[in-house]
C-alpha cells in the first residue's frame, strides 16, 4: 500500500501574531481614552494651554512681522486651526471616556443590587431565626425565675415550723378520712357499673 504523505496544505502551520501590535485591540484604546481625558480635566491641562495661547498670541501680535508665524492680520489661522483639532478629537475621546465609565457604573450597580437582595435575604433569615429562638425561650425557665423559686424554697426551709402536734394530727386524720371516702366511691362506682353490665 502508498503510504499517504502530508502536503503543506494539510498541516498548515501556526498563526504567528502580527509584527505591530494592534492599538484598536482590546482594552488600550480605551484605557487610552481614559488616560486622554482625565488629563484634560486636570488644572495642569488648563495652566498650560492658557500659558500656550498667550505665549503664542503674544508672540504673533507683539513680534517683528518678519518672526510672526501666525500673524494677526490673518486672525491667527493657524492658532484657531489647532484648537479646531484638538476639540474635534478631544470630543469623541471624552464620550469614549464617558461610555465606558457609564458601562463600569451599569455593573457595579447590578453588582450592589445582588448584594442589596443578598443581604435582604439573610436580615429575613436572621430575623425568623431571632423570632424562633424567642419563642422557644418561652417555654424555658429564665435565671431570673429560677433564683426566686430557690429563695422561697430556702426561706420555707428556713422558717420555723408554724404547726404544732396535734394540728399536724388533725391535717393528717382528715386527709386519711378523704383518701377512704374517695376509695369507697370508687368502689360503689364500679359495682354499679358491674351490675348495670350484667
Not at 111 to 140: C, G, K, M, P
Request: hydrophobic share 40%.
Amino acid at each position: 500500500m502508498a503510504e499517504h504523505i502530508h502536503s503543506p496544505l494539510d498541516d498548515p502551520s501556526p498563526r504567528r501574531g502580527p509584527l505591530v501590535p494592534n492599538p484598536f485591540r482590546g482594552d488600550a484604546f480605551g484605557r487610552a481614552a481614559e488616560g486622554f481625558a482625565r488629563m484634560m480635566g486636570t488644572p495642569a491641562f488648563l495652566v498650560g494651554m492658557t500659558l500656550f495661547c498667550a505665549v503664542w498670541l503674544t508672540w504673533n501680535s507683539l513680534a517683528p512681522e518678519s518672526a510672526q508665524f501666525d500673524p494677526r492680520a490673518l486672525n491667527f489661522t493657524l492658532l484657531t486651526l489647532i484648537l479646531s483639532l484638538q476639540a474635534s478629537y478631544a470630543a469623541p475621546l471624552l464620550l469614549l471616556a464617558q461610555n465606558r465609565q457609564d458601562d463600569r457604573d451599569r455593573v457595579q450597580a447590578e453588582q450592589d443590587r445582588q448584594s442589596n437582595e443578598r443581604n435582604h435575604a439573610t436580615t429575613d433569615f436572621i430575623t425568623r431565626e431571632i423570632a424562633s429562638l424567642r419563642l422557644a425561650l418561652n417555654d424555658v425557665a429564665t435565671r431570673d425565675f429560677v433564683r426566686s423559686e430557690l429563695r422561697d424554697l430556702l426561706e420555707d426551709l428556713e422558717a420555723p415550723p408554724a404547726r404544732d402536734a396535734d394540728t399536724l394530727r388533725t391535717l393528717l386524720r382528715e386527709e386519711v378520712e378523704a383518701a377512704l371516702d374517695r376509695r369507697t366511691a370508687d368502689a360503689t362506682t364500679t359495682s354499679s357499673k358491674e351490675q348495670n353490665s350484667q
